[in-house]
């Protein structure tokens, strides 16, 4: 099935997306070991907390990386349990590369064919646009999806987001690539990162999220400090197709915690009563 069908059916359900972060912290707050093993255990039960709650997760490379091959092996079964569990996918990688080395990183994340395939993976554009253009490729021949990165959550993006090229900031052409991309293949599996802690930084650079043709992955909430005004602020009328990402606000209190806060934290950005 398409990211583009994915997407759409798990944010209807729930626009929580829970981030699977094993940080060495959030391990060690589990009383788990910071080993493959601990990195295990830990994804296990935040899959099984997540098993109809949320629809959408989003596996950290970076802390399964830490530990070399074993850590990805985990990766790749958080990778299917997730999907035998019905859920989507985003793994965040934030590759980013010229272009024939971002041919590497589409086949390996992109390609349903390969070990550490997955249903999207975000994308920095950050060396240009055009490292784009590989995960575009393999978007549109498998189906699955990417997010890039527009206006990050944290403190020095803009230095590079809001710099202007010829009269529009450079995260205004990120949009604009990705826009075009879903326009040109008539399906939403480009999306954009867009940090809920960002203000009205969207609207100053001329950025209109709610003419956006995919979907928005917003991380910020929580430990970052953005809240659910802060999410209105930033996406008004875009936020019928915003995944909310949360790691260390779901995660950080341990085990027990996992479905309140998953529960609590739905009802929050879907502004419903407990
Ligand atoms: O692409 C991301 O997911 C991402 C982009 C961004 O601008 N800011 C950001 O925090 N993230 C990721 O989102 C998650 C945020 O985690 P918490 O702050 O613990 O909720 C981390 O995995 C970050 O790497």
Redesign the pocket.
């Known amino acids: 099935m398409s990211f583009a069908h994915l997407w759409q059916s798990a944010i209807a359900r729930n626009p929580l997306c829970v ?1 699977i ?1 094993p940080a060495p912290a959030t391990l060690a707050a589990w009383g788990l070991e910071d080993s493959p093993e601990g990195l295990a255990s830990f994804a296990t039960t935040m899959l099984e907390q997540c098993h109809m709650e949320a629809w959408c997760v ?1 596996p ?1 490379a ?1 802390f399964f990386e830490r530990h070399g091959a074993a850590g990805i092996a985990v990766l790749e079964s958080v990778h299917r349990i997730a999907k035998d569990l019905g859920m989507v996918v985003i793994t ?1 990688a ?1 590759r980013g590369d010229i272009g024939s080395t971002m041919d590497g990183y589409a086949d390996a994340y992109l390609n349903p064919a390969r070990p550490l395939a997955t249903d999207a993976l ?1 994308v920095s554009p950050y060396l240009g646009t055009d490292s784009l253009t590989s995960v575009c490729k393999a978007a549109e021949k498998y189906g699955t999806g990417f ?1 890039a ?1 527009a206006l ?3 403190p020095s ?1 803009p230095q590079v987001q809001h710099a202007q090229n010829n009269g529009t900031a450079v995260a205004a052409q990120v949009f604009e690539t990705v826009h075009n991309f879903n326009e040109s293949v008539g399906a939403p599996l480009g999306g954009l ?1 867009v ?1 809920a802690t960002i203000g009205d930084a969207a609207r100053k650079l001329g950025i209109d999220l709610g003419a956006f043709n995919g979907p928005i ?1 917003s ?6 400090g953005a809240t659910v005004e802060d999410l209105h602020t930033v996406f008004g009328n875009a936020f019928d197709k915003v995944f909310v ?5 779901i995660s ?1 209190s341990g085990p027990k915690k996992i479905k309140h806060h998953i529960r609590t934290i739905s009802s929050e950005i879907r502004g419903e009563a407990l």
Request: proline share 3%; hydrophobic share 25%; charged share 15%.
């Open positions: 981030g972060d989003k950290q970076a965040d934030k975000t997010f990165l990050t959550s944290n993006g990162v940090g992955l991380p910020g909430y929580g430990a970052q990402n949360v790691s260390r606000g950080n």
